[in-house]
T-cell receptor, first 113, second 113 residues
Framework: NAGVTQTPKFQVLKTGQSMTLQCAQD?????MSWYRQDPGMGLRLIHY???????DQGEVPNGYNVSRSTTEDFPLRLLSAAPSQTSVYFC????????????FGSGTRLTVV | GQQLNQSPQSMFIQEGEDVSMNCTSS?????WLWYKQEPGEGPVLLIA?????ELTSNGRLTAQFGITRKDSFLNISASIPSDVGIYFC?????????????FGKGITLSVRP
């Protein structure tokens, strides 16, 4: 049981480049979400999904896109990377909207230069 | 939006000491969760609380759901070096499928041997 798998672990991008952060879970969780973690800011919700075909914006959605074509996968797309998007990104999943506790991936550390 | 307050941002204790953390909110939450994040990893669920006044233990960790539903407490007894990490509280307003978790900014715990 792999849980939540995020790839890549580390990434360096140039300003203006685009990329996709991958997230996959094998627990049949309906709920998936993306957070970014910055020093002193805690975890901030970017986008979330309550099931395949359904996504919604979180607290800091600008500059990011998501889609949910399957229950297992929830990729996060950076459309045109900016230095302000330098952060650690976490994907999390749950059976319901978080009340039973999210399972987090190990994170992707992204640097935009 | 909702906010969860955790302070101080950092705590330094001696091995063997007990430490208490609290988390407060201006809003009522129906679920409280405590997570621990170790360096380079995603947060891991420690304790989940579902009922006002509930007291739950997990080894040396004990957490309580405040009677007012606006706060929660985490106590670590007889601390050891592996307790170092960031401790996050999280709250959920209701158990609906679309209900997101709100996270505090976390407290970084350091344990001196």
């Amino acid at each position: 049981n792999a849980g939540v798998t995020q790839t890549p672990k580390f990434q360096v991008l140039k300003t203006g480049q685009s990329m996709t952060l991958q997230c996959a879970q094998d627990m049949n969780h309906e709920y998936m979400s993306w957070y970014r973690q910055d020093p002193g800011m805690g975890l901030r919700l970017i986008h979330y999904s309550v099931g395949a075909g359904i996504t919604d914006q979180g607290e800091v959605p600008n500059g990011y896109n998501v889609s949910r074509s399957t229950t297992e996968d929830f990729p996060l797309r950076l459309l045109s990377a900016a230095p302000s998007q330098t952060s650690v990104y976490f994907c999390a999943s749950s059976y319901v909207g978080g009340g039973y506790g999210y399972t987090f991936g190990s994170g992707t550390r992204l640097t935009v230069v | 939006g909702q906010q969860l307050n955790q302070s101080p941002q950092s705590m330094f204790i001696q091995e063997g000491e007990d430490v208490s953390m609290n988390c407060t909110s201006s809003s009522i939450f129906n679920t409280w969760l405590w997570y621990k994040q170790e360096p380079g990893e995603g947060p891991v669920l420690l304790i989940a609380l579902y009922k006002a006044g509930e007291l739950t233990s997990n080894g040396r960790l004990t957490a309580q759901f405040g009677i007012t539903r606006k706060d929660s407490f985490l106590n670590i007894s007889a601390s050891i070096p592996s307790d170092v990490g960031i401790y996050f509280c999280a709250g959920q307003e209701d158990g609906g499928a679309n209900s997101k978790l709100t996270f505090g900014k976390g407290i970084t715990l350091s344990v001196r041997p």
